[in-house]
């Protein structure tokens, strides 16, 4: 794989087990490989490869069914991305290149959905450590090296700021790593852009809502911000650990069947009345009591895609990304709606040479737009 990797003019580097030394190399870079879990706050290493990962698509039905795809419990069709695998290492190691493992299934794939392996990881700030490449066809070697070079192109759409309208909060510890992964896995899944903060220090701003996963109770700085939070118009959920910061609080102001629910000043409170043992569960009600009219990015149509919405440094340019995990090309009836009242509008994919201008539509909550056909991966640039 090396060799055929190196006549293409690739740098290469190998993956070896954490610790292992390697006099053999000739490449220059040997990643040690890690899982998720292993990754502690503040880790420092040039690079960080992850081995806990899926092969990005839209799951397939058993052979046995008569669906084309597996779905979650909604009925939607269930999507596997490492969306959460990226952000959760880029936040705990920001200065280490993030490398994704993740092995093609025993089937036969198209071309589109090997751009949708390097997609995956791209739109999330990390890349995929290819996998069978020995094994490549012309036009799968075509796809790929397409969709690299765009993202190449645009390497400063990864310095940009998250603009999701959630905080996620956990320490991430043995007892509550489970239930924190798949929060952000499911979150995810259901197009719920999120933000994993600092648990002693959690930056709150531009957030409508928090989620506290642990069941440890936050410390006495933590909780005084989280509270100035929510007496500020902010939603709080959590399990009944929080009951105690919110024991002088005036009696369940609306009935929930899985929360209690208090109103402190201006926002709200959401305390589970049993510990949470779901995350599918969870997911959903902290979408239902945030409410979709806080999702930063509204969509209509949008099919089996997951999306990203972030700000450039300087504030002058908002960045939606989509990735389409069926790998085929939608119907072109998708629109996308954001607040604000942006007045230049640019469309990208990996496959065309030019962006595409599209006009925005004003609406009461701002402006919506009409997004091509695209098959794998596309982009809007706003400004104004």
């Not at 933590?222 to 009951?243: D, M, T, W, Y």
């Amino acid at each position: 794989m090396l060799q055929v990797a190196g006549k293409r003019g690739w740098k290469t580097a190998v993956i070896v087990e954490a610790g292992e030394h390697r006099e053999d190399l000739d490449t220059g870079l040997a990643l040690p490989v890690q899982t998720v879990g292993k990754i502690r706050p503040g880790e420092r290493a040039p690079a960080i490869a992850i081995n806990e990962c899926v092969w990005p698509q839209v799951k397939r039905a058993d052979r046995n069914s008569a669906a084309d795809a597996d779905g979650g419990p909604t009925g939607a069709p269930w999507v596997d991305s490492n969306d959460w695998v990226a952000q959760l290492i880029r936040f705990r190691a920001p200065d280490s290149a993030v490398w994704l493992m993740y092995v093609p299934p025993d089937r036969v794939l198209r071309p589109d959905e090997y751009a949708l392996a390097v997609a995956d990881a791209a739109a999330h700030g990390a890349r995929w450590v290819l996998s069978g490449a020995d094994r490549f066809a012309e036009d799968t070697w075509a796809a790929i090296e397409k969709t690299m070079a765009f993202f190449d192109r645009h390497a400063e759409w990864q310095s940009y700021r998250s603009l999701a309208s959630l905080g996620v909060i956990s320490a991430f510890g043995e007892a509550d790593e489970f239930m924190a992964h798949e929060i952000l896995n499911l979150s995810a899944r259901r197009n719920l852009l999120f933000r994993i903060l600092d648990r002693s220090n959690p930056d709150l701003r531009g957030l409508r809502a928090v989620v506290w996963v642990d069941q440890d109770a936050p410390a006495a700085q933590v909780r005084e911000k989280l509270l100035a939070f929510v007496k500020n118009g902010g939603l709080i959920v959590g399990q009944p650990v929080l009951s105690a910061m919110f024991s002088t609080a005036p009696p369940e102001v609306e009935g929930h069947l899985n929360y209690r629910i208090y109103q402190i000043g201006a926002g709200r409170a959401a305390v589970a009345r049993e510990d949470w043992s779901d995350p599918w569960v969870v997911a959903g009600d902290v979408h239902v009591l945030m409410s979709r009219r806080h999702d930063p990015v509204r969509f209509w149509n949008n099919g089996s895609s997951g999306s990203q919405y972030s700000v450039s440094p300087d504030g002058s340019t908002r960045l939606i990304q989509m990735v389409n995990y069926s790998a085929r090309a939608n119907s072109g009836l998708r629109t996308a709606g954001v607040d604000g009242k942006p007045t230049f509008a640019r469309f990208y994919t990996p496959e065309a040479p030019q962006p595409v201008a599209l006009v925005p539509r004003a609406v009461r909550r701002g402006i919506e737009l009409e997004v091509p056909a695209f098959r794998v991966y596309a982009a809007i640039e706003l400004r104004g």
